[in-house]
């Protein structure tokens, strides 16, 4: 991917696909240039054995089956900056009242193979876009700013006659983080 | 929250409001834009974005719905649209940009003219 923010993306739709109703998504930046992006959700999680095949392409089972390319592309990113993808998951059998999944990712921000992190902007309007009944907390914090979204607050505005997908709903989410990322820089 | 911002997004509701019951109704269009990793990979991202602008400012928030699915079976040809309408057959566009979206929404959605240049069928 040419920019983390589109693994984000990619990432983020595998707590949709999940079934979550909740998802975290942050990226922090340490002093010393470490950035931890985390995605945590509240879905059906996944056994220890699904998380060992997802991390490794090359871990096969008996049982065959499609693999992604999601999580891999996400370690390759990690891993060639220094850093790690670790995942955190709970079936529904595993926690009943915890299920979810979390999935981590460090990086070097001064490595020459750090991959930008891009528009994130476009990423959290994408994924609200697409899935308006989810609710969202971001997060992006870094020396120079400290950009934070709760789709939650905005329900909370909005109403029921309103989803958070209408187009102008969309363009309000857009210039809002915008500001925030603009206001921070300077 | 910031206190301008939550004032105007409560105008912007109420502005909503008395949209909403409009929107209901025939002739409606879906776009539908494949978002799965090669999707994304490819540059579906501002594809996305593009429709969801291009299609607010043009108005026909009413009659269009963009939505995203996961792969559509044609990763070669990502960023890959598909556009929806009742009484007419499923137009594919495929290897999309944002400008290519942006003309999409003017001459199909707007103007009812498929690009055909952009289709599967011319990109074969
Ligand atoms: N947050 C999550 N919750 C539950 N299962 C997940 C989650 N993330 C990944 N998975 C599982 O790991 C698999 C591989 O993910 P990924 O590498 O993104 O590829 P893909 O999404 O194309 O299958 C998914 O198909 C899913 O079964
Ligand atoms: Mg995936």
Redesign the pocket.
């Known amino acids: 991917m040419k920019e983390l923010s589109l693994n984000v993306l990619?990432?983020t739709?595998?707590?949709i696909?999940?079934g979550?109703k909740h998802i975290e998504i942050s990226l922090i930046e340490n002093e010393e240039g470490i950035l931890t992006l985390s995605?945590a959700?509240d879905?059906?999680?996944?056994s220890q054995e699904?998380v060992r095949?997802?991390i490794d392409p090359f871990y096969t089972t008996r049982t065959t089956r499609?693999?992604?390319?999601?999580?891999?592309?996400l370690k390759l990113a990690a891993e060639q900056a220094g850093g790690e993808v670790k995942?955190v998951?709970k079936t529904v059998e595993d926690d009943p009242d915890g299920h979810?999944?979390v999935?981590s990712a460090t990086f070097d921000t001064g490595s020459i193979d750090f991959t930008p992190v891009g528009d994130m902007v476009s990423t959290m309007c994408t994924i609200i876009q697409g899935h308006p009944e989810v609710d969202y907390l971001f997060v992006h914090k870094t020396a120079s700013f400290d950009v934070s979204l709760d789709t939650a607050e905005l329900r909370a505005v909005l109403g029921e006659d309103v989803p958070l997908s209408d187009f102008a709903v969309i363009g309000w989410i857009s210039d809002y983080l915008q500001q925030q990322y603009q206001n921070e820089n300077q | 929250m910031k206190a301008m911002s939550i004032a105007e997004l409560t105008a912007l509701r109420d502005k909503m409001k008395d949209r909403v019951a409009m929107r209901e109704g025939s002739g409606q269009i879906r776009v539908v834009v494949g978002m799965?990793?090669c999707g994304i990979a490819a540059g579906a991202r501002p594809v996305l974005s593009a429709f969801v602008e291009k299609v607010g400012e043009a108005g026909l928030g009413d009659r269009v719905i963009v939505s995203q699915t996961g792969?559509i079976g044609i990763c070669q040809y990502e960023p890959v649209v598909e556009i929806f309408e009742d009484g007419k057959e499923k137009v594919t566009y495929v290897k999309m940009d944002a400008a290519k979206a942006a003309e999409v929404v003017e001459k199909h959605l707007k103007g009812g003219v498929v690009v055909d240049a952009y289709t599967i069928g011319q990109n074969k």
């Open positions: 990619d990432i739709q595998n707590s696909t999940a979550a995605i959700d879905g059906c999680g996944m699904t095949r997802v499609k693999v992604g390319m999601g999580i891999p592309l995942i998951s979810g999944t999935i | 799965a990793t792969c």
